[in-house]
């Protein structure tokens, strides 16, 4: 491990560094029987009566869950506490894992997608059983089980190499953590020609269904003027939505997510013609260049309209960063509904009952609704990551430990 020169360092040693890399190897697979069972266990449980989701969205079992669990006697010996273990994940199938959010289910299997690439994670799965559950939530044969032979966080491999370095176009704000944790420092290059990019509007909806059809007409008054429109959303679900409302009013596109990733370089490399709208997720197409073209400059050049709330600021940056590249001319706008998750879970209602009255909310006020929870959003995967190093620093000190025992 001499050398590491990382591309989107920001991406991979922070928004990846959440979990652990794993490697697995084939472990005895569940009987269908004993994983419906579970599934069945699980969708009988009410939420707070029989299990709660704490702040790490963890399910647990109450004391009236673990006894209607007790009750649940599959076929064969197993001890109650691997089969509060198997509806503990089987609650998390159901309650925690979204179809087309955090997987798509094509040719009849499931596939993981990548929450920070909005791209399909080929050969990832779940670990635990988890995989084969939400395989038969969604009427999917069970896959084989994999166990995990070997792990070590990103946060320790990295470190041990000799020499490590990377680059991002976002990485301002991660200056503290990638010191502390990589001994990293940050040098900042300055663009080769000045930015023209310009923020058009930052406008909050009450709800999902007053944001696409809002979106929809934004993106019709740019079409008319033929400017190229790239449309970021979250989600595999929310970039249908998007499409929908876009087709409701008549207005040609083109949908880029997990499910039509086959063309990703040759969608996203035309997204700069004129009059062209491009819908994609997450961060798809990063890493292909989007040319310009010389009448769609002459207009304006791309505007973005971010549809997604992130859960960094450094992530908003990475889509919006699309447009006005090389000191091209570009422009963003965007626009959020205040039922997206980070809003429902960081601001209390009254403070997105006062958000939603206030049309339009001063410029300063919807800065501050956007910023709030993200804010809080990225202090909590802060303590996950620290967490995760501790935990992963504790366990290979107890194996140097055993290690030196048994010697």
């Known amino acids: 491990l001499c050398m590491a020169l990382i591309d989107e360092a920001d991406v991979v040693l922070l928004d990846e560094a959440r979990v652990p890399l794993v ?50 006697r599959p076929a064969g010996a197993m001890p109650s506490r691997q089969r509060e273990d198997l509806v503990a994940q089987a609650l998390a199938a159901l309650h ?3 179809r087309d959010r955090d997987y798509v289910v094509r040719d009849g299997t499931v596939a993981i997608v990548d929450a920070a690439s909005g791209r399909i994670a080929a050969g990832r799965v779940w670990s635990r059983g988890l995989h ?18 070997a792990q070590i966080t990103y946060q320790r491999f990295f470190r ?10 976002t990485l301002a704000g991660a200056e503290a953590e990638l010191a502390a944790t990589y001994g990293m420092a940050m040098v900042r290059i300055a663009p080769r020609l000045p930015s023209r990019r310009r923020l058009q509007q930052r406008t909050l ?52 997510n997990a499910r039509h990733d086959q063309a990703e ?14 819908v994609a997720t997450s961060m798809a197409g990063r890493g292909t260049d989007i040319r310009l073209a010389a009448d769609a400059a002459a207009r304006g050049g791309l505007h973005v309209i971010l549809c997604q709330h992130n859960a960094a600021r450094r992530i908003d940056r990475q889509f919006i960063g699309r447009t006005a590249r090389n000191g091209e001319p570009g422009s963003h706008d965007t626009l959020l509904s205040l039922d997206m998750p980070l809003f429902r879970r960081y601001l209390p209602r009254w403070w997105r009952a006062l958000a939603a009255r206030r049309r339009p909310a001063p410029a300063w ?3 501050l609704t956007i910023a709030v929870p993200q804010w809080l959003e990225e202090r909590r995967h802060r303590a996950l ?23």
């Open 23 to 72: 490697l697995s190897q084939p472990a005895p697979a569940l009987a269908p029987d004993l994983l419906a069972g579970a599934l069945a266990c699980a969708r009988a449980l009410r939420r707070g009566r029989d299990f709660t989701l704490g702040e790490d969205r963890l399910p647990r079992l109450t004391d009236d869950g673990r006894a209607l669990v007790a009750a649940w």
């Open 96 to 98: 925690l894992y979204s």
């Open 132 to 149: 084969q559950l939400i395989e038969l939530k969604e009427g999917c044969p069970p896959s084989a089980r994999n166990t995990t032979a």
């Open 160 to 169: 041990r190499y000799l020499r490590l370095g990377g680059m991002s176009g």
């Open 205 to 256: 909806y009450a709800d999902a269904a007053a944001l696409w059809p809002a979106m929809a007409r934004r993106a019709a008054v740019l079409h008319r003027a033929g400017r190229p429109l790239l449309i970021g959303t979250a989600t595999v679900a929310d970039s249908d939505a998007a499409a929908r409302a876009l087709a409701a009013i008549g207005l040609p596109h083109v949908v880029l």
């Open 265 to 278: 370089a040759d969608v996203v490399a035309r997204a700069g013609e004129p009059a062209r709208i491009t």
């Open 365 to 367: 006020f919807a800065r």
């Open 385 to 407: 990551r620290r967490q995760l190093l501790r935990a992963d620093l504790r366990r290979e000190r107890d194996l140097d430990f055993c290690r030196r025992t048994a010697s």
